[in-house]
């Protein structure tokens, strides 16, 4: 009677360790988890074509004139336009079918012999990704607003096209 | 003398059943003691959202770039564009027990060119269980070759996570 007691009681402990010190590893979970990364060459925009309104005779009032993404112009009455104006043109490249946008900078002026007129309201005909070759080539149109009376001459400005990735 | 009888018969009846529940309840009283040491859970671990490094640009020399489990990553002689997201986790297991996280030393990924290695794993998981779910995050650091070695391209590979109490 007394033997099997104490057999039984070492019988009994084992089980116990054997959960303490198997439990630890039973349960310790381990799962792979992914990881990436994309490596882009640098994005890259260039200005193919200068933006040009080409020649503008506006009316004393002056106005506001819009060249569009197609290389056309629009006004109010009064204005006679000469020449050939082209929007702007730019390529950008960057990753193949990759999401893109453009945008501008603001706050543009164009100086010359009179006063700074107003260039804003870009318009542009970006893709909405870069193709599959990673490029993406669009053209940019802009308002160009003429101060009363303004005076003539040759005037120039810059603006800035931010490809973003 | 019929209803004498009849009443003496009820009240052994009622005596029987009385000693059958006293024995029964002290046998149960001996065994209580042993249950404890069984109660366990089994740890659970899964992936929420995959580590992504995002895009980065080369520079002339071999840079890194880390991620934090938690903020902006920090770039060395790299360029960081956007997308970055440390990896997010759960684990399921008994509140108030240890929570150990064990990472990697190092792993690579792989891509278009040469493989880079990620390695410097971190994690903000608590040191315990605050409750029966627990969520946390991985962060690790990138390894990029130069813009001259390093293809531009996507590139990916495997980590583990391993919780244990």
Known sequence: MLARATGRSPALAAGALALVLGTPLALATTERGRASATIVQGVVVTE????????????????????????????????????????GAFNARGLPHHPTSVSFSTGNLVTG????????????????????????????????????????????????????? | MITKMQSRSLALAAATIAVGLGSQQALATSQTGTAKAAIVAA???????????????????????????TGAPTATNVTYLNGSVAGAWNATGTSGQPLVVTLDASDTITGPGPAMTIDTFSTDAPATF??????????????????????????SGTYTVTVNY
């Open chain 1, 48 to 87: 193919a074509v200068p933006m040009s309104f080409a020649a503008v005779a506006p009316p004393p009032s002056g106005g506001a004139i819009v060249l569009s993404t197609a290389g056309t112009i629009r006004s109010s009455g009064g204005f006679v336009f000469r020449g050939t104006p082209a929007p």
């Open chain 1, 113 to 165: 012999p009179g006063p700074a007129m107003r260039l804003g309201a870009f318009t542009n005909n970006a893709a909405p990704t870069f193709d599959g070759t990673a490029k993406m080539d669009f053209a940019v149109g802009a308002t160009l607003v003429i101060n009363p009376n303004q005076t003539p001459g040759q005037y120039t400005g810059t603006y800035a096209v931010t490809v973003n990735f």
């Open chain 2, 43 to 69: 740890i659970v671990v899964t992936e929420n959202t995959q580590m992504n490094f995002g895009f980065v640009i080369p520079g002339a020399s071999a840079g890194t770039l880390v991620l934090p489990p």
């Open chain 2, 130 to 155: 605050t409750s029966g779910s627990v969520n946390f995050h991985v962060g690790a650091t990138l390894h990029v070759g130069t813009a001259a070695t390093q293809t531009a391209g996507n590139y």
